[in-house]
Antibody, heavy 122, light 108 residues
Framework: QVQLVQSGAEVKKPGASVQVSCKASGYTFTDYYIHWVRQAPGQGLDWMGW????????YYEQKFRGRVTMTRDTSINTAYMELSRLTSDDTAVYYC???????????????WGQGTLVTVSS | EFVLTQSPDTLSLSPGERATLSCRAS???????LAWYQQKPGQSPRVLISGASTRATGIPDRFSGSGSGTDFTLTISRLEPEDFAVYYC?????????FGGGTKVEIK
């Protein structure tokens, strides 16, 4: 079955960077776009952008550009999201999610990672 | 920017009652590329509906989606105890995806 397993919780100081990983299994990793979504405590879902696991191409939502980098390692079927210059506003659960259809950049998400809590605190 | 506005923010209902949730888009959602998700505390979202009205695999038929253009609705015909959760709509009409702000369905 399809699984997306994310790395564990992180605590970071303001100004630091964090990298969250998302290991895929149960399907051909390079066939499906991976998106990243975050959720601040008690808040809604905030879409961050996507990565094309086949080509490495990316698209970042405007508000994250310059601070976010999405990459992948096809040898280990893992996608990564790195966010730099962290502030307390970046405290959130970060999710990776798979688009429902092969080779489709935009779609709904049929599989989600379990989420990674990133806490930014001095 | 493609904005989705959900209403109400909170719906207070009793088990067995009907829930009607609204999602309004700032622009027309072509081909009804709109999905609904359910999220319970401490869990990842789960897709309920795609294409505005197609139930995902394993979703009970008390959940139904309708609408087109800019106005969409998620209906839960008779609320079960496990349906009390937060619901989000999401458009995938453009590759710059957006979510609505969510509607919390709580027990009255």
């Amino acid at each position: 079955q399809v699984q997306l397993v994310q790395s564990g919780a992180e605590v970071k100081k303001p100004g630091a960077s964090v990298q969250v990983s998302c290991k895929a299994s149960g399907y051909t990793f390079t066939d499906y776009y991976i998106h990243w979504v975050r959720q601040a405590p008690g808040q809604g879902l905030d879409w961050m952008g996507w990565t094309n696991p086949k080509s490495g191409g990316t698209y970042y939502e405007q508000k994250f550009r310059g601070r976010v980098t999405m990459t992948r390692d096809t040898s280990i079927n893992t996608a990564y999201m790195e966010l730099s210059r962290l502030t307390s506003d970046d405290t959130a659960v970060y999710y990776c999610a798979r688009v429902n259809r092969q080779w489709l950049v935009a779609g709904f998400f049929d599989n989600w990672g379990q989420g990674t809590l990133v806490t930014v605190s001095s | 920017e493609f904005v989705l506005t959900q209403s109400p923010d909170t719906l207070s209902l009793s088990p067995g009652e009907r829930a009607t949730l609204s999602c309004r888009a700032s622009q027309s959602v072509d081909s009804n590329y709109l999905a609904w998700y359910q999220q319970k505390p401490g869990q990842s979202p789960r897709v309920l509906i795609s294409g505005a009205s197609t139930r995902a695999t394993g979703i009970p038929d008390r959940f139904s989606g309708s609408g087109s253009g800019t106005d969409f609705t998620l209906t839960i015909s008779r609320l079960e105890p496990e349906d009390f959760a937060v619901y989000y709509c999401q458009q995938y009409h453009t590759s710059r995806l957006t979510f609505g702000g969510g509607t919390k369905v709580e027990i009255k």
